[in-house]
């Protein structure tokens, strides 16, 4: 940034003033869908000083058929849905009941009660996040604390908040957005501070432009930095050689949208500067189409695709009064990825520098926040005694849960325990379904039996009969490097005692 303010002082029209308008910080809402006769419990907390990567914030709801909310009465069995999310204005979670489950009713420790006047007298529940506990919340002190995890295995981070309503619902509406910020620290290269702009840029963290978040990159001085490829020489000579800058390792599931905070120093409306794109997918930057100069004058001042326009009082440098300056966001769809988003990439095409030479603020993906189940499977019971002629209980248990989702993610957890005491849990991360047939397989999480060990691939299968008079069906649990979508013809054990469901 500062070789570019360096090259635009050279040439230069006069700007108009206009006042700038940077919204600091976003607003994070999350209504629920829900049909007419339904009330809603609402929730916000923040998080304690404490927690890690302060400040934390979340806010959700929980939403029950009215003429099911009794004083006095566990209500755990009776929340129809709900959503919740916390987030420290750079990284958002969410988790609701389209994915996950709450601790059912009927356990000691979780409930959900209300007063004599409805409102909430007392809450304490988690959801089941699986066995990476993620993403993960929870509600203990008749509600008062929240906890919530912030990775795989992490947990957590913690704070205090209260519940309001019940607040009647009449209308569907739209469900929340959810974003997550790319950190560039790993590419930045030109300081936003060290510019006539400095008064605008002099920090770092989140800010919002227009209703998306964007997250300003320390470059190392406490400053917000840029990506630029344009050079200035110490005696004022310019040049804008080729250069592409990448961030891997990313591993971004879920993507729909991407946002990128986008200009360039001078340019020449119609040519083709530079590109930016993810693991699959490239879009060219062409100037006055999706990208433009930053500064009001001689150069390219037109653009089709900016769905945010930043406008600044430039407050003069030098020769250069004071006029008006502008940092454009630009959305790039990103709904036909073949997958997750593993590489990110800008490149400068290292034309003439006249010619327009791009720089890159901010960055932002939008993901899909709650992706509907396309497959699940349950499976509980006594493990398959019947199948041996034994009573029920001779090998312990045997429990499975598996998910798939819209966006091609599973999740869920399998346990078998043996009759001699030992057994292992399983992470699910590949479940096939033919029909009323499953197949599912994933990685020991933890065990105490010699024949499984922490990291073996495991893969089993299971046939729900519920249509049929014929008892349901389980395998063993085999060690297997192999991939659920195989679909291994294994001997299936009679399971009458248990119950499967696939869906």
Same mark, same amino acid.
């Given at each position: 940034?500062?070789?570019?303010?360096?090259?635009?002082?050279?040439?230069?029209?006069?700007?108009?003033?206009?006042?700038?308008?940077?919204?600091?910080?976003?607003?994070?809402?999350?209504?629920?869908?829900?049909?007419?006769?339904?009330?809603?419990?609402?929730? *916000?907390?923040?998080?304690?000083?404490?927690?890690?990567?302060?400040?934390?914030?979340?806010?959700?709801?929980?939403?029950?058929?009215?003429?099911?909310? *009794?004083?006095?009465?566990?209500? *755990?069995?009776?929340?129809?849905?709900?959503?919740?999310?916390?987030?420290?204005?750079?990284?958002?979670?969410?988790?609701?009941?389209?994915?996950?489950?709450?601790?059912?009713?009927?356990?000691?420790?979780?409930?959900?009660?209300?007063?004599?006047?409805?409102?909430?007298?007392?809450?304490?529940?988690?959801?089941?996040?699986?066995?990476?506990?993620?993403?993960?919340?929870?509600?203990?002190?008749?509600? &008062?604390?929240?906890?919530?995890?912030?990775?795989?295995?992490?947990?957590?981070?913690?704070?205090?908040?209260?519940?309001?309503?019940?607040?009647?619902?009449?209308?569907?509406?739209?469900?929340?957005?959810?974003?997550?910020?790319?950190?560039?620290? +790993?590419?930045?290269?030109?300081?936003?501070?060290?510019?006539?702009?400095?008064?605008?840029?002099?920090?770092?963290?989140?800010?919002?432009?227009?209703?998306?978040?964007?997250?300003?990159?320390?470059?190392?001085?406490?400053?917000?930095?840029?990506?630029?490829?344009?050079?200035?020489?110490?005696?004022?000579?310019?040049?804008?050689?080729?250069?592409?800058?990448?961030?891997?390792?990313?591993?971004?599931?879920?993507?729909?949208?991407?946002?990128?905070?986008?200009?360039?120093?001078?340019?020449?409306?119609?040519?083709?500067?530079? +590109?930016?794109?993810?693991?699959?997918?490239?879009?060219?930057? @062409?100037?006055?189409?999706?990208?433009?100069?930053? &500064?009001?004058?001689?150069?390219?001042?037109?653009?089709?695709?900016?769905?945010?326009?930043?406008?600044?009082?430039?407050?003069?440098?030098?020769?250069?009064?004071?006029?008006?300056?502008?940092?454009?966001?630009?959305?790039?769809?990103?709904?036909?990825?073949?997958?997750?988003?593993?590489?990110?990439?800008?490149?400068?095409?290292?034309?003439?520098? @006249?010619?327009?030479?791009?720089?890159?603020?901010?960055?932002?993906?939008?993901?899909?926040?709650?992706?509907?189940?396309?497959?699940?499977?349950?499976?509980?019971?006594?493990?398959?005694?019947?199948?041996?002629?034994?009573?029920?209980?001779?090998?312990?248990?045997? +429990?499975?849960?598996?998910?798939?989702?819209?966006?091609?993610?599973?999740?869920?957890?399998?346990?078998?325990?043996?009759?001699?005491?030992?057994?292992?849990?399983?992470?699910?991360?590949?479940?096939?379904?033919?029909?009323?047939?499953?197949?599912? +397989?994933?990685?020991?999480?933890?065990?105490?039996?010699?024949?499984?060990?922490?990291?073996?691939?495991?893969?089993?299968?299971?046939?729900?009969?519920?249509?049929?008079?014929?008892?349901?069906?389980?395998?063993?649990?085999?060690?297997?490097?192999?991939?659920?979508?195989?679909?291994?013809?294994?001997?299936?054990?009679?399971?009458?005692?248990?119950?499967?469901?696939?869906?």
């Amino acid at each position: 940034m500062k070789n570019l303010i360096k090259a635009c002082l050279t040439i230069f029209t006069r700007i108009r003033s206009r006042n700038v308008c940077l919204a600091i910080a976003a607003c994070l809402l999350l209504p629920i869908a829900a049909n007419a006769g339904q009330v809603a419990y609402d929730y *916000v907390g923040e998080g304690y000083e404490n927690s890690p990567n302060s400040p934390w914030s979340i806010n959700g709801s929980f939403v029950l058929d009215e003429a099911d909310v *009794v004083p006095g009465t566990n209500l *755990v069995s009776k929340i129809v849905s709900w959503e919740f999310s916390w987030t420290n204005g750079t990284d958002t979670y969410s988790t609701s009941s389209e994915v996950s489950n709450l601790a059912p009713d009927g356990v000691g420790e979780f409930y959900f009660i209300v007063d004599d006047q409805l409102a909430v007298d007392g809450v304490a529940l988690e959801n089941d996040a699986g066995p990476t506990r993620h993403p993960l919340f929870g509600f203990e002190f008749d509600g &008062l604390v929240w906890n919530a995890s912030t990775g795989e295995y992490s947990c957590c981070v913690q704070g205090q908040g209260s519940f309001s309503g019940p607040r009647t619902i009449e209308d569907t509406v739209a469900r929340p957005r959810h974003f997550k910020t790319l950190d560039l620290s +790993s590419i930045v290269n030109s300081d936003l501070a060290d510019t006539p702009l400095g008064d605008f840029f002099a920090r770092t963290g989140a800010i919002s432009l227009g209703d998306i978040p964007f997250h300003l990159t320390n470059g190392g001085n406490g400053n917000a930095w840029a990506v630029e490829g344009l050079q200035v020489s110490p005696d004022g000579i310019i040049s804008n050689p080729y250069a592409i800058f990448s961030i891997s390792g990313l591993s971004i599931r879920g993507a729909t949208k991407m946002y990128a905070v986008i200009n360039s120093a001078f340019g020449i409306c119609d040519v083709p500067v530079g +590109s930016i794109g993810v693991t699959g997918v490239e879009f060219e930057l @062409i100037e006055g189409k999706n990208i433009r100069n930053w &500064l009001e004058g001689p150069f390219c001042n037109t653009q089709t695709d900016a769905v945010y326009t930043a406008d600044f009082d430039f407050l003069g440098s030098g020769d250069i009064p004071p006029g008006r300056a502008r940092f454009d966001v630009y959305e790039f769809d990103l709904s036909g990825l073949p997958g997750p988003i593993n590489e990110f990439t800008f490149e400068n095409y290292g034309e003439f520098f @006249i010619l327009g030479a791009p720089f890159l603020i901010a960055v932002t993906f939008e993901i899909e926040a709650t992706p509907g189940v396309v497959h699940s499977v349950h499976v509980g019971g006594p493990d398959a005694c019947a199948a041996f002629g034994r009573p029920p209980g001779c090998d312990a248990n045997f +429990s499975l849960t598996a998910n798939e989702f819209e966006n091609g993610q599973v999740n869920g957890r399998w346990t078998d325990r043996f009759g001699n005491g030992t057994g292992f849990t399983a992470a699910i991360d590949c479940l096939a379904v033919e029909g009323n047939q499953a197949w599912v +397989s994933g990685h020991v999480v933890t065990s105490n039996s010699d024949r499984y060990v922490i990291g073996q691939p495991v893969i089993t299968t299971m046939i729900d009969n519920a249509a049929s008079p014929d008892p349901d069906f389980i395998s063993r649990s085999y060690r297997r490097d192999q991939s659920c979508h195989e679909k291994p013809d294994v001997a299936l054990l009679e399971f009458p005692q248990g119950q499967v469901t696939v869906r």
